[in-house]
């Protein structure tokens, strides 16, 4: 497999741009999804079928992953568990782009490792939104050295601002303060905490904070016996109903959908096969 079939880029990539590996069998899809990612200056790979999919994951180990679900030869919640079983790419995010809307089919795909679903028809505005905040989530992470900022235009300044605020943030996040408490609290204004944040990750820090709170929710949900409304209080929710719309228009699905997959196993339909190798 040669460097011209593994990459399909309308724009002439540059070293240094982030990689995203697009899989979908559809060809109109794979076009528009690769002229649309070229044209925000991502560097674009693209593959036809699951296995082919698995096997250009581990030689471009790309920053992230766009797959449809239905595929031949490995569908994508197969392949999204090959490449989720090998420690080369487990750590690499995954979405799934699909036309997949039943909440059991997204619960399947979180329980195979993915980290997001956008639902065809897709909305081009929506991807690049949720591409910037899973790329910052990627390079910005909370237990880490971090050193590499997604925007490459933040100064010294805005670095060491946006690092004393999100570790208040990731310390405080049922009661995160509001952006002028925040920004007291590390020796600036909020105009200026606001531009630092912009700067860094591309996010408000209200954007910022609400993604913190919904991952660990997530986790939360996943991996602990917590009821649902003590898990939303913790995040800083304060109803139940509003954690609940706000983690299902994250997620796909809602809180409870993904409590109960939990507790009873595997959805309905979500079979354990995996793909063939040649």
Known sequence: MNQAELERSPVRSRN?????????????????????????????????????????????QPDLILMDITLPICD???????IKANPATQAIPLIFVTAAVEPLERVAGLMAGAIDYILKPFDL??????????ML????????????????TARNLDVVLFRS???????NLAETPDMQALAKSVGTNARRLTLAFQRCVG????EYVREKRLKKAKQLL?????????????????G??????????????????????????APHGFHPDSCATA
Request: charged letters at 25%; hydrophobic letters at 40%.
């Open 165 to 171: 605020a999100r570790a208040i943030v990731h310390a």
């Open 125 to 134: 505005e929506e991807l690049r939104l949720r591409l910037k905040i899973h």
């Open 203 to 206: 996010l408000s820090a209200a």
């Open 16 to 60: 240094g741009k982030l990689r995203v590996l697009v899989i979908d069998d559809n060809p109109d899809d794979r076009v528009l999804l690769a002229d649309f990612l070229g044209q925000q200056e991502y560097r674009v790979y693209v593959a036809a079928d699951g296995l082919d999919g698995v096997r250009k994951t581990q030689l471009v």
């Open 240 to 265: 139940g109903a509003n954690f609940s719309t706000a983690f299902r228009l994250r997620f796909g699905v809602t809180p409870s959908n993904l409590r109960q997959s939990r507790r009873t196993g």
């Open 76 to 82: 994508g919640l197969a392949a999204c568990r090959q």
């Open 137 to 152: 989530n990627k390079a910005v992470r909370p237990h880490e050295d971090d050193s590499v900022i997604l925007n490459e």
């Open 222 to 238: 996943t991996e602990t016996s917590l009821e649902v409304g003590s898990i939303a209080e913790m995040v800083g929710f304060s």
